[in-house]
């Protein structure tokens, strides 16, 4: 009998298999003691090999989706973004202000790995520098210590042998809590990146929510989102790379199908505009998030004593509106801008039009920021954050970055305005609070029909239409 068949026979006549008597971990006695990833590998060696691959870990993957990909690997770990810009000289340490206190410890903070960068090669260190419990055990936590001339991230109760196998032993699949650790803060702080991703989300109610609502269906992430073999479904219109290209998430797909509504005019709706269009009729609902980053301009922050760039917040915002086929141009590094009509440099851009048959109308956050540009090659310079926020001195940051990205060593540059559209995907209210026909067709209706491709407003349109017959 193998390991593995032996274990999932003990985790059935385990106590507590019985209906109605006290919860067990799954784990509880698989292992005596906790000793780092090693112990996850003598059972699971196989899925850390799989996970080894996946954008969680890699931070990169296949990009089909990305029209001036190349065909390469693109995620995090290798492009620019107009949030803390780039992991390049940002990957980890503590960084202390003035009074001593840490106040940044660096990218790696929201990696599922130990400390060490990511590596094509697998290796033994490589699989040992995976940390399972970040995604898989309730209540674990980790703080970063220095280690071997270097640092590592260790469960803070690592001098705690009963305490960290207590919580070693709690192992389950994703919940939200696990999942919203890393990606309600994202970008420096609760909700500033993504606006439809909350720390309310772990434990909201209906009307938050309706799929991850505490009291009703209580969906989890990975009730969406899991693919196989440690791979995770979905890319929304601004991320680079995606572990599962070729299956594409929706809502039609297995829960709702392609004629959601009772009414046919909604369904036909249907056809060419998103659902979140409707049911999320606003983002950043509890949390501020960040609609606005200029680096260029620092601003210090006393309580904390720490120089951000300047941001500017909004809460119970407004999407906006635009077509999208699943395609997006990237601003990557090492290309030269390409400017929309505005000016801006466009970061990330949805592709689609309403002459595009495969394109819907969808919701979106749309952020604007102020990146270095380098002079003559009009590439988009990252910043070492890291080094500019004990101090506020942006210059320094910005040079290293460009020897750092480019081997370019004296750096001319200027700053430029960029936009990014990033989807709205979560807070789905219920139906009741969905979007009526009134709020997109008429004269103060929230959408910009000539943005989108018409004359007017389509529904003045039929309606003169209908009354010349």
Not at 55 to 68: D, F, L, S, T
Not at 211 to 220: D, E, F, V, Y
């Amino acid at each position: 009998m193998t390991r593995r068949r032996l274990a999932a026979l003990l985790l059935c006549l385990a106590p507590g298999a019985v209906r109605g008597q006290q919860k067990t971990y799954s784990h509880a006695q698989y292992f005596q003691h906790y000793e780092g990833t090693k112990t996850c590998l003598e059972c699971h060696r196989q899925e850390a090999e799989n996970f080894f691959g996946s954008q969680h870990y890699q931070w990169r993957g296949p990009a089909p989706q990305i029209e001036n990909s190349g065909g390469k690997k693109l995620g995090k770990i290798n492009t620019i973004n107009d949030f803390c810009t780039s992991p390049t000289g940002n990957w980890i340490g503590l960084v202390r202000n003035s009074r001593g206190e840490v106040i940044s410890k660096g990218c790696s903070a929201c990696h599922a790995g130990r400390g060490l960068l990511p590596s094509n090669l697998m290796d033994e260190r490589q699989l040992q520098n995976i940390d399972c419990l970040i995604c898989h055990a309730s209540g674990y936590r980790r703080d970063l210590y220095p280690a071997n001339s270097g640092f590592e991230w260790k469960p803070i109760l690592w001098q705690n042998r009963e305490g960290l196998d207590s919580v070693a032993k709690r192992i389950s699949l994703p919940t939200r809590a696990m999942c919203l650790r890393c990606h309600a803060a994202s970008g420096g702080g609760p909700n500033y990146k993504r606006g439809d991703l909350e720390y309310k989300l772990a434990d909201c109610d209906r009307d938050f929510d309706v799929h991850m609502a505490s009291s009703g269906k209580n969906l989890q992430c990975v009730a969406c989102h899991a693919g196989d073999n440690h791979r995770v479904r979905g890319r929304g219109a601004d991320l680079s790379g995606s572990d599962m290209p070729g299956k594409p998430l929706g809502c039609t797909e297995k829960c709702h199908g392609s004629a959601p509504h009772a009414v046919a005019v909604l369904n036909r709706h249907a056809k060419r505009v998103n659902c979140t269009v409707c049911h999320i009729p606003s983002f950043a609902r509890e949390d501020a998030t960040d609609m606005a980053r200029d680096w260029s301009k620092s601003a210090y922050n006393p309580e904390a004593d720490k120089y951000t760039a300047t941001i500017t917040f909004e809460k119970n915002v407004r999407p906006v509106y635009a077509w999208f086929n699943g395609f997006t141009r990237a601003q990557l590094p090492g290309q030269a801008v390409r400017r929309l009509s505005d000016g801006s440099v466009g970061i990330m851009l949805p592709l689609g039009s309403r002459q595009d048959p495969e394109a819907r109308i969808h919701a979106f956050k749309v952020h604007k920021a102020r990146l270095p540009l380098l002079e003559g090659k009009q590439w988009i310079i990252p910043i070492v954050v890291e080094q500019f926020f004990p101090n506020g001195k942006i210059d320094p940051a910005v040079r290293r970055a460009a020897e750092e990205m480019y081997g370019v060593g004296d750096p001319r540059y200027t700053w430029t305005a960029t936009t990014r559209y990033m989807g709205i995907y979560h807070g789905v209210q219920p139906a009741s609070k969905a979007l009526q026909c009134l709020d997109c067709h008429s004269p103060k209706g929230r959408m910009d029909w000539k943005a989108l491709g018409y004359s007017g407003d389509p529904l003045d349109a039929l309606l003169a239409a209908r009354a010349r017959k």
